[in-house]
């Protein structure tokens, strides 16, 4: 696993109060019920924080998945990177 790997683990077993090693790139929002409206907005907010990473509007809606959370934050490191000089 990378850092933002380990840190999204973190933060999911912290928000949804599970074990890390009960998180997989396939867990459904829609499937597991501690992840609600709020923890959803409370996983997002935690990720900006700790990442200093802002998601769109768009981007949150579209988070149904953990992979879906790790897919977004590498296509927006990898174009903060490209932006660096």
């Known amino acids: 696993m ?3 790997d380990d840190t999204v683990h973190d933060i999911l077993s912290k928000v949804l109060m599970v074990e890390p090693d009960e998180i997989t790139d396939d867990l ?34 579209d988070i149904w998945t953990v992979g879906d959370i790790k897919k977004i934050l590498k296509q927006k490191i990898a174009s903060q990177s490209s932006n660096e000089p």
């Not at 409206?37 to 768009?58: G, T, W």
């Open 28 to 61: 459904r929002r829609k499937d597991f019920e501690p992840w609600d409206s709020m923890a959803h907005l409370m996983i997002v907010s935690e990720i900006e924080n700790q990442l200093e990473i802002f998601f769109e509007d768009e981007e949150v809606v």
């Open 2 to 4: 990378t850092d933002i």
